[in-house]
Every structure is written in structure tokens, then in C-alpha cells.
């Protein structure tokens, strides 16, 4: 097992991945009931960048409310039929009408408010309806109703009309993980108020899904030690499946070049071409260069000059023959990525800014 | 009737002749039970969907690679020879991603050439018919055929997994030519004596009865889920057509013609199933509506398997050693497993036979894949044969909320059965 269960539920990842899963078409009876996908709910965007209108920001700049100008919420759930958009927000933790998460939380109340179809860049008509939705563990459920509260109260004082919100609240019980919903959100999401489980747990048994997401520098914060090396792993056995899939594939006499960008947009589904965040882009990168590097180090012991790094291009591989792919192969695939050193985050190095494989951050 | 060199034909009719008169001969000599030469086998392969697999010389591109010579006939027809066998058969494209290979080479020398070639080609694959897929073939051959006619089904499901008490230790390498040497044990196969926990048998019966029987018998004992080979019955006359759950067809039929209609029947279905397999399970991160390059979102749906009851956590450590250990292992995957629990384990891996990634919680209870965009359908296909195969055979599949046999039942919807098709 890989985490404490209580851990789990304040993992921001997790919580995203959970998300995610409630979203999917499952059959019935499955160890996930998708919840949010049965009320007809699916995911219209994954982290889109946002701006409140410019003259709400205007007027918060006037009445001196901190707002972000730009906001990314972890997802947009849509109701089609409904024409309904929720703007969901995973965090570990409450926070205080005075931290500096408020920032965000007010941009994102006002994101979900009557302007929602502005922002989204769509047609009036195309949003009947729209909330903002923190996921946050059950025990921290209330404070957070209260520290948006009062943040909606002084966005009103102001004139700066918010959006509803709703705080569903993950709760974890021997044989289950929930969400405790309220009255709100029960309306929006067509759910029951109070306990809705959601995953079945098994005794002894990590109850995380797939992740769809494994891996965003931006949450690793928030994370436990055990979650970060967690998701590193998951990110490292990915790039390796990428790695093998492409060798597998090729045939020899031939050369391969493996960029960072084509290695990790494999593993994140394409995410990593949209980080607009510079430092995060860059994280990722060193992460592909730690993982690259040791597994270069690992298959050239085994198999002399076959794998080579190369500034602005990226990794090079030869290969020579039948016989030396099928070697290169076991080389690769014996490689362990649980042996890597999970913890130690990667330092800067001298390929930090020569990388040409950027992210959206570098190429903007 | 004297062997005819297959070089010295030249065209597709001339073919269509040699192998008609062929087949005709072989059932003369199966209705004096002296069978002496072999009967006229087809391979169905799946290409890789790739630009190079479009066109005719690309296909000879790919062939030549595992020094396999294709000869064009016409523009999907050719002549197949390699430096060891010489003369295999004749090649045919029927759709875009099928082939056909037709050869009248002995049964156990042409399943090993073509075992051979798809274990060292990434990109030719079996055409992989699951035990839900002859499900459904089935109750197409129950409307197709009179009741009166004869067919024969066989069913093979292997408990490979579950470890005999009395042998218990660590379970032996699952070789190539093992796994095909004990599996689609025709007529003209050796039967193979094999300890193990091992449901094969053979029904040859009256299409009416069998249909009566049946579901009721499916209900009681599950192993008869895991059909694994189904006898469409000529309808132009005696015999009929033996598919087998990779893709193997025997002629035993005495029209080729007829031979290749069913071919093209269950190709096309096999096509609209690999198709929507893929139009609904890739998962990929696309653009929203909104402003383009903006909104991201993901779209796909999950491929879940269910088992009718969950494994002994014996089998399923067994399964999981068995597969993710071994370089050559019965579900052709690679990767590894991450554990969760006893019966619980996550894998990155990678499909190893067509080198594409895929995503998978095994568990006792079933299994979750994730499909990447670009991942071949038949990954998924193969997944579902191998798993009612060898751990439930009454596993039941979905690709999201909808069953796979709903979508095997939809993909056969409207598919022409005529015999001058194409």
C-alpha cells in the first residue's frame, strides 16, 4: 500500500483523477459509480486559463479586492443537456478569507457567475447555469463554506456579482470513498444532498484509480512525501512505456531521436504542451532528463553506444540490427523505474534553457 | 488432380480455379475418408493502421522486411514466397487494414510460418475473434443457416492461472509454440495430452438443437462462453467454413468463391468492431470548443472487463507473475505492475506485440485499460479472447458503459452476405 488512505483524500491529484473517473461512462457495478456522468455530466476543459471580465476587474481593482487576473481551475464539467458548467477546484486543505489562495477563489467566484458564458467564450444561450465547485476533504468542508461565504459577501458589498459555490466534501469510510454534497450542489448536480458514495475500498487495498493526470508540479506542493514519490513513479513508468513503445515499434538499421516534448506529452496525454507555467514546464523536463539520463546510463551498460543525449534534439538512438534491437529492448525493458531516486527533486542543470523542446511556456 | 506450381499462376481467376478444384477435390477425398492432402487454410492478419500499410507497395515493404516476397497478381492480389518455404500461398487485401492469406501449405507448417512472421512484425497482427464475438457470429449462423444443417463449434478454455495443488510450484515459461501447439486442435491437428485444468471440447450437432441448448447450457457451465471456433455452413453446399478465435479459417467447403464471401462477412465485421473500438475507447486530450488551442479536454471512455466471479488471490498473483515477469507471456504484455493491494496492481505498459502503450488496474474482481489514441483496437480484442481464454469465460467487456457484445452486435448490423460481394 502505498498511502494512507486519509492522505489520499487531501491529495489534489487524487482528487482531480477521482474527478475525472466521476466523469467517465462505466458500466454498472463498477468499483467507481460515475457519479456525475450519469446526471449526464462530462469534461468540457482541463485546466483552462480564464480571465473575469476586464471590467469586473476594473471595479475590483478600484474597490481594492486582490483578485488573480487570470485563473486556471483544475476542470470545467459540462451538463449538455442543461447547458450547465461547473468550475471545479481541487484542494488539499481549507483556507482563510486573508491567505493568499483567496485570490483565486474570488477570480474564481466571479468566473462562475452570471458572466461564465463570457468567459468561456460562448454564446449567451449556451449557459443556463454555472457554479463554482471546491473538492476538498470532508473534514475541512465547512470552513471552506464559511471563508466563501465571506468572500462572496465582499464581492457583493462591491458590486461584483459571484457565482453560486458548492463544497463537495471527499469522506472516507472503511468500505467506501464519498462525496458529501449540499443542498446546492445536490440542485446542479442532480445528486443526493449529504453521502454519495462514489469508490468502493477493498481491505488493505490503495483505493486510487488509473491516474488520467499523473503528475502536475503545480499540486506537489500540498502533496505527502509518499503521494510525490507516488506520482512520480506513475510519471517515470509512462515516459518508460513511451520509450519502449517507440523502440518496439521501429525497424532497424535505423536512427531514433525521442524529444522530451513527444516523451512527455506520451505520458500526460498531451498536458505537457499546454503548461504555460515556465518553471513548471521546465520541472518536467529536468523530471525527463533524470528519468532519460539514468535509463541511457543503464541501456549503454548493456548495450555500448546506443543511446545519446543531445542538446536542442534530444536522445538519439541506433539501431543496428535485428539482433542488437531485440538486446536493446531487454535492456530497456529491465529497466526499473522504482529503483530511481524518487525523492530528490531534480536540480537545475546546464540544459535548462537550450532545451528546443519546449512547453506552451517557452514557445510564447 | 496434379499440384500446380502456384508461380505459374497468373491471375485471380486462374487462382480462384486452382483453389476451387482443389477444395472440391479435398471434399471428395473427406467423403471417402481418405484425406491425403491438406485443405485450402486461410490467416486473416490485421495490418497496422499506418500510411505505408495503404498501398500495395508498402505492403510489399512490410513483407520484405521478415524476407517475405510478395509477387503482385492484380492490385490486391499476390503471390507470397519466402527463402525458406519457397511458395507460401497468395496474399489478398479485403479491406483496407485485412488480409487474407491463402495457402494449401500442411496445417501445422503454415500456423508456425505465420506464427512466425506476426511474433517478429509490430505491424501484422492476428484478427482476433473473442468468445463474445462467436456469441454473437453464432446467432448470425443460427438466422443465416437452415436448421437442419450441420455445424460444429468448439470450445477451449484453459485455467492456466490456477494453480494445481498438487503441482503448486512456480509456473513454467508459456513458450510460442506451446501456446499454439495446444490450442485449435482441428481435424487435422494432433490432439495433445496435457495435465492441467483444461475445458476443450468439440460439438458437431444440428444447428436447430444446438441453438435450443445453447444459452441454457451457457447459463449452467461458463467455459461454454469461450467458444473459439464456429462453422459457418456453406450454403451453396456441403462443409462449410472453420474460423478459429485468431483468425484462421479452413476451407472445408467445395467452392472457394464461397470460402472467400465469409471471409469478407466476418471481415467487414471485424473492421466496424475495430473501428468503433477505437472511435470510443481512445483516450486523448483534444481541443474544446472555445478558442482553439485553448481548452483542453479529455475524451474517451475506459475499457472494462468484469470477471463473473472474482479470482482466487492465488490465480491472480499467478496471472500477475505470469504475465508482467515473462518476456514471452499469453497476453503479450509488457510492463511493471505497481501494487496496490493483494489483489490490485496498476501497470503502465505496453502492448507487446504491436509496441503501443496502454493503462491497466487489474484487480481480482476484473480489469480497467486505458487506451491512448493511436493504440490498435486489436489490443482491446485480444485482451478480451486472452481473458476468456485462459481466467473467465464468462467475462463480460465494456468499452465505457456499453457492452462489447452490443457493439459486436451493432458492427454485424446490415453487413452484406452475398456471395458475389466484391
Known sequence: ?364 | MTETPLARIQTRHQMIRFFDGYALERMEELDERKLKRPLVKTHLLELLDGKEARTAEGLQAIFARRDVHLRPLDESLFLVADNHEAEIGFLERLRPRIVALYSTLESEKIKKWVRHLVLRSPEIDHVWLSGTTFNVLWELVVRLSRPHRFTRLTFTHQSIFDIDGSTGGPPEEEEEEEEDASQHSGEEDREEIVERRDTTFRLVDRIGVIHEKLDKLQRIYSPLHAISQLRFPSPVGRGGHDFYDNGRVTNRSESFRDHRSHLLFVVRIYERLLKSTEDQAWYSIQESVGLPGQFRNIVGAPVVVRFQEPLDPAVFKHWIAATFERKRNKFRLWGHPIPLGPTKVHVYGVDRHLWQPLFLELTAKGCTAIIPNGTCGNTVHRLVTNIQRYLDPGAEAFIGNKPYKQMVEESAQGVPYDLDAE
Open chain 1, 1 to 364: 500500500m502505498t498511502s494512507t488512505p486519509n492522505e489520499l483524500v487531501k491529495d489534489p491529484l487524487f482528487q482531480l483523477n477521482a474527478v475525472l473517473w466521476l466523469a467517465q461512462p462505466l458500466p454498472g457495478k463498477s468499483e467507481i459509480t460515475p457519479l456525475l456522468y450519469n446526471q449526464g455530466f462530462t469534461v468540457h476543459a482541463i485546466a483552462p486559463l480564464l480571465g473575469p471580465p476586464l471590467d469586473l476587474r476594473l471595479v475590483a481593482q478600484e474597490a481594492g479586492i486582490s483578485m488573480q487576473e487570470r485563473v486556471r481551475p483544475d476542470l470545467v464539467l459540462t451538463q449538455e443537456k442543461g447547458h450547465k458548467f461547473a468550475f471545479t477546484e481541487c484542494k488539499a486543505r481549507s483556507f482563510g478569507p486573508t491567505s493568499p489562495t483567496a485570490e483565486q477563489a474570488r477570480s474564481l467566484l466571479v468566473v462562475a457567475g452570471p458572466r461564465a458564458a463570457e468567459v468561456l467564450a460562448l454564446a449567451s444561450g449556451q449557459v443556463a447555469d454555472s457554479l463554482l465547485a471546491f473538492v476538498i476533504p470532508e473534514d475541512d468542508r465547512q470552513p471552506l463554506i464559511q471563508t466563501l461565504l465571506s468572500l462572496r459577501d465582499e464581492l457583493a458589498e462591491k458590486k461584483l456579482r459571484a457565482g453560486r459555490f458548492s463544497v463537495l466534501g471527499l469522506a472516507l469510510t472503511d468500505t467506501d470513498i464519498s462525496i458529501v454534497i449540499n443542498d446546492i450542489g445536490s440542485a446542479f448536480f442532480a445528486l443526493p444532498a449529504g453521502t454519495n458514495p462514489f469508490m468502493k475500498r477493498e481491505p488493505d487495498t490503495d483505493p486510487r484509480p488509473l491516474y488520467f493526470i499523473p503528475y502536475d508540479p503545480d499540486v506537489v506542493r500540498p502533496q505527502s512525501e509518499q503521494e510525490k514519490e507516488f506520482c512520480k513513479r506513475v510519471l517515470f513508468e509512462r515516459m518508460h512505456s513511451s520509450v519502449v513503445a517507440a523502440v518496439g515499434r521501429a525497424n532497424p538499421p535505423a536512427q531514433l531521436a525521442l524529444e522530451c516534448q513527444k516523451i512527455l506529452n506520451d505520458a500526460m496525454f498531451g498536458m505537457y504542451g499546454q503548461w504555460e507555467n515556465r518553471d513548471s514546464a521546465r520541472h518536467m523536463r529536468r523530471l525527463c532528463r533524470q528519468f532519460m539520463g539514468a535509463l541511457t546510463q543503464a541501456v549503454n551498460a548493456v548495450v555500448p553506444d546506443t543511446m545519446a543525449f543531445r542538446p536542442g534534439v534530444g536522445w538519439k538512438i541506433s539501431l543496428r540490427d535485428p539482433q542488437q534491437h531485440e538486446t536493446l529492448i531487454d535492456a530497456l525493458t529491465c529497466f526499473p523505474c522504482e529503483k530511481l531516486d524518487l525523492r530528490t527533486e531534480p536540480q537545475p542543470d546546464l540544459f535548462d534553457d537550450q532545451d528546443n523542446n519546449a512547453g506552451a511556456a517557452d514557445r510564447a
